[in-house]
DNA sequence: TATTTGTTATACATATAATATAACAAATAA
DNA sequence: TTATTTGTTATATTATATGTATAACAAATA
């Protein structure tokens, strides 16, 4: 699995690795039951530090997309273990409120908006996501 | 126009007051050419710091939604004056990307994406927003 | 028992967020 | 002209977040 960081940008190094890898699950990439490479492997690939890698895999582990082993690492839930609760529910509402309400001040019209985000599951399908 | 920040919240305060201040363009409760409140007197009334509000103001400043004058202080844009250009149509994106593959990851459909997102655009509209 | 793995602990550097205060500079109203 | 209002800039301080470097610890397992 490829992952590409931008050192750059403003969005936190280990954020980028937790949006990478919850990508690889979304396209099926990364399946139930496989195991992420250990911190130390990772952060020596990316040129990170490991504590860097650490926390990107606590942050999975504590949205439910992994689980984490002492010995066996840090391996990809199931499915089930994943689900559209209350709390991602909030946080999606969250994010999305002020980016429609920054679109509707740029007149982008609502149409326009849903064209976007269809155009973004389709890439992901694409990409072998099940939408 | 009242404004409700979360102290607790790991949202910057000056990128909510920026939201809530978009959020107002967006509904219509802010025209072109009204004034928003002197730094100082705004700073007062949320109970936060004069930099605070100035930073919130140069980052609308910034993406084009006001203008600041030295005595007749920030001002809303005409509508002409905020497009969705390139660069918002790539944060947009970038914003975006991220919440639709976790969503798949939670066996959120792509329709029920784009079902909640209608929903949000509905609710601005019945707050006056045009969309 | 040695190895691999995550975890924890220090220490450090840098950047961001937020505050507190004061002084500066421009526009305008008296 | 002068005082007021406004944003701006400058210092200083505090707290938190991000990221690095290194070392030691602890559990699982081969």
Not at 96 to 121: D, G, H, V, W
């Amino acid at each position: 699995m490829f992952i590409e960081l931008d050192f750059e940008s403003d969005i936190p190094i280990y954020m980028q690795l937790v949006h990478a890898i919850i990508e690889g699950i979304a396209t099926r990439e990364l399946k139930p039951g496989d195991e992420l490479p250990p911190v130390r492997t990772l952060a020596a690939d990316l040129g990170v530090n490991m504590l860097t890698v650490n926390k990107a895999y606590q942050h999975l582990k504590q949205l439910g997309f992994i689980q984490i082993h002492r010995k066996k690492g840090a391996v990809i839930n199931s499915d089930e273990m994943r689900q559209a609760d209350d709390e991602f529910y909030e946080r999606l509402l969250t994010s999305l409120r002020p980016l429609a309400m920054e679109s509707i001040c740029r007149r982008l019209t609502k149409n326009q908006f849903l064209t976007l985000c269809s155009k973004i599951f389709d890439e992901i399908e694409l990409k072998g996501g099940k939408c």
